[in-house]
């Protein structure tokens, strides 16, 4: 699985950083840094709550 950010859609809450810091980062103004890299089995469930709880609907998860 891997966490994307659409960058048109996304507008810095930060909330995706706040539910899944081990993944996300944010940059000088806000926006969320992602390695693109498929995401560990045990911080599945942590990007599902991340990607619910993005009030822009940004953040999404897709398979492998």
């Given at each position: 699985?891997?966490?994307?950010?659409?960058?048109?859609?996304?507008?810095?809450?930060?909330?995706?950083?706040e539910l899944l810091p081990?993944?996300?980062?944010?940059?000088?103004?806000?926006?969320?840094?992602?390695?693109?890299?498929?995401?560990?089995a045990q911080l599945v469930?942590?990007?599902?709550?991340?990607?619910?709880?993005?009030?822009?609907?940004?953040?999404?998860?897709?398979?492998?």
């Amino acid at each position: 699985m891997r966490v994307r950010v659409n960058p048109i859609a996304c507008v810095a809450h930060g909330v995706c950083a706040e539910l899944l810091p081990e993944w996300v980062e944010l940059d000088e103004w806000g926006y969320p840094v992602l390695d693109g890299e498929p995401l560990p089995a045990q911080l599945v469930t942590h990007a599902r709550r991340a990607a619910a709880a993005c009030p822009a609907r940004a953040v999404v998860l897709s398979e492998d």
